[in-house]
């Protein structure tokens, strides 16, 4: 099932590894969320220098008691870029 939440957006400053690429000075959007037994998966649209170019990528988080999906979301985020600040 798919949940709205309040949508923010991070930045990282320097270069950050995704895993499959590299983006300089990534502004991190999440764009989805869905709620598959145990799991939570983000969908994420990353821009680099606020470029026109967007990229996706997803985070899958599991273990989680929160009920909030705005809280959830803002957890899944800060466990994946620890070193990411909201921007907006």
């Known amino acids: 099932m798919a ?3 309040a949508s ?9 590894d995704f895993g499959d690429f590299t983006l300089l000075n990534p502004t991190i959007r999440p764009i989805n969320c869905q709620v598959l037994e145990n799991s939570v ?4 649209e990353l821009k680099e220098n606020g470029g026109l170019f967007k990229h996706y990528t997803n985070v899958t988080y599991s273990e989680t ?8 979301v803002d957890d899944i985020m800060a466990a994946a870029f ?3 600040t909201v921007v907006g």
């Open 3 to 5: 949940y709205l939440f």
């Open 8 to 16: 923010k957006q991070w930045t990282i400053s320097g270069s950050h």
């Open 41 to 44: 998966h983000v969908q994420i």
């Open 65 to 72: 008691i929160e009920t909030n999906i705005n809280s959830l």
């Open 82 to 84: 620890p070193t990411a």
